[in-house]
């Protein structure tokens, strides 16, 4: 059985930093890609970064690009988003997304992060 926590969310100051972790069951993650996604009030679901499977390329959002970085412990299979330089506008509900099979998408319960003075 698939299963993905988020945990690591928080109310922080513009400039401040946060790590997010997603604890992945069910499966090995370093088989398969990993995202982060994130959703802000009225706005829809965006791709922020990706770890990908077996060699672990990563990709960003150009919105992030320089201030997160997505990587992973595949002992602890964990994955992690580094939130730095955090921006009023990063404010959204953070998601874990995994796809095992053409059919088979997972998401986390989403970890809320607030950036605000």
């Known amino acids: 059985q698939v299963q993905l926590v988020e945990s690591g969310g928080g109310l922080v100051q513009p400039g401040g930093s946060l790590r997010l972790s997603c604890a992945a069951s069910?499966?090995?993650?370093?088989?398969?890609?990993m995202r982060w996604y994130r959703q802000a009030p009225g706005k829809e679901r965006e791709l922020v970064a990706q770890?990908?499977?077996?060699?672990?390329?990563?990709n960003y959002a150009d919105s992030v690009k320089g201030r997160f970085t997505i990587s992973r412990d595949n002992a602890k299979n964990t994955v992690y988003l580094q939130m730095n330089s955090l921006k009023p506008e990063d404010t959204a509900v953070y998601y874990c997304n995994t796809q095992t099979g053409i059919t088979a998408t997972y998401w986390g319960q989403g970890t809320q992060v607030s950036v605000s003075a």
């Open positions: 069910g499966f090995t993650i370093s088989w398969y890609a």
């Open positions: 770890i990908t499977g077996l060699s672990g390329s990563t």
